[in-house]
């Protein structure tokens, strides 16, 4: 695996990881999480 392959493996995991977080978080976008977060 070329170190492309791995930067763009990486990247894939890491929006996927974030974007199933927001998900259970029930919102749409980070600035929404830091909202919710902040008026709890």
């Known amino acids: ?3 492309q392959h791995v930067k ?3 990247s ?4 996927n990881r974030l974007k199933n977080i927001l998900e ?3 919102v749409q976008n980070c600035p ?3 909202m919710e977060y ?3």
């Open 32 to 34: 929404e999480a830091v």
């Open 38 to 40: 902040l008026q709890k």
């Open 12 to 15: 894939w995991t890491f929006h």
């Open 1 to 3: 695996m070329t170190e």
């Open 24 to 26: 259970k978080l029930g």
């Open 8 to 10: 763009a493996n990486s």
